[in-house]
């Protein structure tokens, strides 16, 4: 199977540290993963070389998550990009679709939600 | 506008004690059932580190949490699934108490009507500065036999 390349920006280490874990959790411990400690860490990250998918928070120093995706869109990158974040509210799960956004994953999560969001978007 | 979260319109079901419970299953504990209401008399915390975030816009308020090193350090061992006489350093104990904060926050103004946004974390071993009138509501909590506060204030 073709690693899955994965970039989780997080600001947090510990939140870094608990998705990689749940990746694994849920069974993806075949992907490769890097990290990004904000958004403009994860940008020059993406810009450099493109992931095949951002986990990203969305409240972070310097750059945000939703700055993040709007300048990669921006520069014309389309890589796959989903929220891992504390706000699950309507509110922002609309405004994450409406930017472009796979899914949002509101924190706290269990592997299972990992599985069943993830799962249909590899297949 | 206040950060007024009404605790009354969830039917007997106190909304912060299930995020906290929902956050300490799912990140700390992996399991229900180590997460409870404290019995007795109000717990006084010694050696204490607080952990909080805020809310700024229409709507102005913190969600503090309030607990004791050794906690914290137990706390942080198990976010990061290290040993449990590993050595802790300050970083990432600032680090794991301001992520439960924060996750205990964001869940709480998903909430409130028209919020703001929620600024970064910040811990101390200091109190952050508020005035008793602003405080909206506090919840005493054991967790694996130790105290832990968590209390929503009004911001001006």
């Given amino acids: 199977m073709v690693a899955v390349r994965v970039l989780v920006a997080d600001d947090s280490r510990v939140m870094r540290q608990i998705v990689i874990r749940t990746l694994r959790q849920a069974g993806y411990d075949w992907w490769d993963i890097s990290e990004a400690q904000d958004g403009r860490a994860a940008f020059e990250a993406v810009t450099a070389d493109p992931p095949d998918l951002v986990l990203s928070d969305w409240n972070m120093p310097e750059m945000t998550g939703m700055e993040l995706l709007e300048s990669m869109r921006a520069s014309g990158l389309d890589t796959p990009f989903a929220f891992v974040t504390s706000e699950g509210s309507p509110e922002m799960r609309a405004q994450a679709e409406a930017a472009g956004a796979l899914f949002l994953i509101a924190k706290p999560f269990t592997a299972d939600v990992f599985r069943e969001t993830i799962d249909p978007y590899l297949e | ?156």
Wanted: aromatic letters at 6%.
């Fill in chain 2, 1 to 156: 506008m206040t950060f007024d979260v009404d605790i009354d319109a969830f039917q007997g079901t106190d909304p912060v004690y299930t995020i906290a419970e929902e956050v300490f299953s799912a990140m700390i504990d992996g399991e229900v059932g180590h997460l409870r209401a404290w019995a007795g008399p109000e717990p006084t915390l010694t050696d204490e580190v607080h952990a909080w975030v805020d809310v700024r816009g229409p709507v102005q308020g913190r969600v503090l949490l309030s607990t004791e090193q050794p906690t914290a350090r137990r706390i942080t061992r198990a976010l990061l699934a290290m040993e449990p006489e590993e050595p802790v350093g300050d970083a990432d104990l600032a680090d794991a108490l301001g992520e439960v904060a924060n996750v205990v926050g964001g869940n709480l103004k998903a909430l409130v009507t028209d919020p703001g946004a929620l600024t970064l974390p910040e811990v101390s071993h200091d109190r952050p500065e508020t005035t008793p009138e602003d405080l909206i509501y506090a919840l005493s909590l054991d967790w694996r036999g130790r105290p832990l506060v968590i209390t929503l204030w009004n911001l001006p």
